[in-house]
């Protein structure tokens, strides 16, 4: 497995590869409502992998039940959590992020991690989008980037990975107060 903390953080994705099943990955506190996502080259291989919720002491508190090939998601609440990937054999990305059920006004503040600052990364469930496009109005104080991707858990589009050479999602770019849009499709 790579992983590349004993803490893990929310907004980094991180690389699995692992047979079977995964030690506990601890992830950092952290309130709201969350998605935890795996992803990457097991979709593509129709392998099946379950993604798991962990309280602090092990015990499941949700599992992911997408089919077999299909990338696999939680929602959930804790903020206290451990996840566990299980399946045959997987190199996959992981990925807890803020969780947004529909377009809304956010404001945030980027803090210091040990990692160090700037990255803040928000999935949006966009099925009320679908032909439609997402106008992004920024306000910040100093100048910041916005990178959006748009992808879809259906097998029409299974080249959605943003980290992967081959992706085909949208990217745009964003100085504090211009505005962008991506149609979604």
């Not at 566990?84 to 947004?100: C, K, P």
């Not at 956010?106 to 009320?128: D, M, R, V, Y």
């Not at 299974?158 to 149609?183: H, I, N, T, W, Y």
Request: charged residues 25%; hydrophobic residues 40%.
């Amino acid at each position: 497995m790579n992983f590349t903390a004993e803490t893990h953080f929310v907004g980094i994705p991180y690389r699995v590869v692992a047979k079977s099943l995964t030690p506990p990955i601890q992830f950092e506190h952290y309130p709201g409502e969350k998605i935890a996502f795996s992803y990457g080259n097991y979709i593509r291989s129709g392998l099946d992998v379950t993604l798991h919720i962990l309280s602090p002491s092990g015990e499941i508190l949700h599992s992911s039940s997408q089919e077999k090939g299909r990338p696999d998601f939680v929602v959930f609440n804790e903020s206290d959590f451990m996840l566990m990937l299980e399946g045959d054999r997987f190199d996959a990305v992981l990925l807890v992020a803020d969780y947004l059920r529909k377009p809304e006004n956010i404001s945030f503040e980027l803090l210091p991690k040990q990692f160090g600052e700037g990255i803040k990364t928000f999935i949006l469930n966009a099925t009320s989008l679908r032909g439609k496009k997402l106008a992004l109005d920024v306000t910040a104080d100093r100048p910041v980037e916005v990178r959006v991707y748009y992808f879809t858990l259906n097998r029409e589009r299974e080249d959605f990975d943003p980290l992967s050479a081959g992706f085909k999602g949208g990217l745009s770019e964003v100085k504090g107060g211009s505005m962008c849009q991506e149609k979604f499709l």
